[in-house]
């Protein structure tokens, strides 16, 4: 008989807010409506823990990416009080926690999230801590295979997200009130963390062509990283204050996307793209580069049809072009927005993901031969050894 209700762990080391905390977030507030049993594992200076105890949430937190052998103790702990079922692992580092924190529990499961199309760079973890790896599109699953992860272990589970339920007119005018902007101002919004592979270099660089072109407009920047120096320096040189604002972390950024008469991402790697999706969700107008798993995105699986505006090459001229013509009043670009609405509402659905983590959750809990214990497990964690022989030689309670 299958445990219909699950006792799973949800574990993350991130310290700020992506894509990857969203995912998570909105999969164990889905699990949790299901009744199942969760415990939280994450930093205790993230976004993300203060979310959980906002909320009342069982959390163990967790300092550093590296924890102390007390700090593996203390989860270990947690883990066995709550009678964890299932690890689900959303990045590298809580993968090892989990490995290291429950070392010799061979009955419990272990689930990896792989978020990003980044290169693998050692299979091993993947193919020997976890019994299951869950790509967040095919894109990322071929990415895993080709770095050696054993293919049978795959499955893909897209993000999802609540549709947001927002007014763009209200939006509208609040954004141009906090910028001092005319509300007739073409306004383009992008999001996401200030890291290179963002791509937020080649959108000044876009700015920089539009303005020879088009009198007013006004791009934002919804995010935080350590691009920013580059990304102020090079707005200087083109003298783009008025027109590029970077706005920092922001707690709602879908009421800027609303907002925008287009959202551009111009990343140069990506797993899937949640904010991309929502900004489909919302109906505006989507310029981003075809990479990763935002081919999946941009276009339908079934017809082909084309869901956005498909950015090829480098060129930011090129890139200037597409904004130009993405808020253009035309019904080509309606029937795009339209098209583009319709396939994220039902594709990526926060239900629908929850749903298929807990198919396969059940599955991998109805009597599965458990995976064998990997010696490279040692290997992988040798920063930690003075850990593994206090984690081997701790009691277990109550561990199911």
């Known amino acids: 008989m299958l445990p219909l209700k699950m ?39 993230s976004p993300l823990h203060h979310r959980i105890l906002n909320a009342g949430f069982h959390c163990c937190g967790v300092t550093g990416r590296i924890p102390t052998p007390q700090a593996l103790l203390r989860m270990r702990t947690h883990l066995s009080k709550h009678g964890t079922q ?19 529990k061979l009955g419990i499961k272990r689930v990896g999230v792989k978020h990003t199309a980044f290169p693998i760079r050692s299979a091993v973890r993947y193919n ?55 509300h007739r101002t073409p306004l383009f919004c992008a999001v ?22 088009m009198p007013e407009f006004c791009v934002v920047i919804c ?29 709602r950024p879908e009421r800027w996307i609303c907002a925008a008469d ?61 904004m130009k013509l993405s808020i253009e009043n035309t019904p080509q670009r309606h029937a795009v927005v339209r098209a583009a609405k319709k396939s994220a509402m039902e594709r990526f659905v926060v239900e629908q993901m929850v749903d298929r983590f807990e198919s396969l959750y059940l599955q991998m809990l109805s009597g599965r031969k458990p995976a064998q214990t990997a010696p490279h497990i040692e290997k992988e964690a040798s920063k930690m050894k003075p850990a593994l022989q206090c984690i081997k030689n701790a009691p277990l309670r109550n561990s199911g």
Request: charge should be negative; aromatic fraction near 8%.
């Open 223 to 251: 995010g935080e990283g350590k691009s920013r120096p580059e990304l102020e320096q090079l707005i200087r040189k083109y003298d783009l204050q008025k027109q590029v604002r970077l706005l920092g972390f922001q707690e």
């Open 7 to 45: 006792k799973l762990a949800l574990m993350s080391s991130q310290i700020s807010w992506g894509g990857g905390e969203q995912f998570l977030w909105s999969l164990g507030n889905g699990l949790i409506e299901h009744g199942h049993s969760i415990l939280w594992v994450c930093d205790e200076t």
């Open 192 to 213: 996401g963390s200030l890291i290179p592979c963002k791509g937020y270099e080649r959108l000044v660089e876009a700015a920089h062509h539009l303005r020879w072109h």
């Open 262 to 322: 287009a959202f551009v991402h111009p990343s140069l790697s990506e797993g899937l793209s949640l904010v991309t999706i929502q900004a489909q969700m919302i109906g505006t107008p989507v310029i981003a580069t075809e990479v990763g798993g935002l081919k999946e995105v941009l276009y339908s699986p079934e017809t082909g049809e084309i869901l956005g505006w498909p950015i090829h090459g480098n060129d930011p001229a090129t890139l200037a072009d597409l």
């Open 128 to 182: 020997w801590m976890l019994d299951a790896v869950v790509c967040v599109s095919n894109a990322v699953r071929e990415v895993c295979i080709q770095g050696g992860v054993a293919e049978r272990k795959t499955y893909v589970i897209h993000g999802g997200l609540e549709p947001p339920q927002l007014e763009r007119w209200v939006e509208r005018f609040w954004a141009c009130e906090h910028l001092g902007i005319d």
């Open 86 to 104: 299932l690890i689900h692992a959303n990045d590298s580092h809580s993968l090892m926690w989990g490995s290291l924190a429950m070392i010799g």
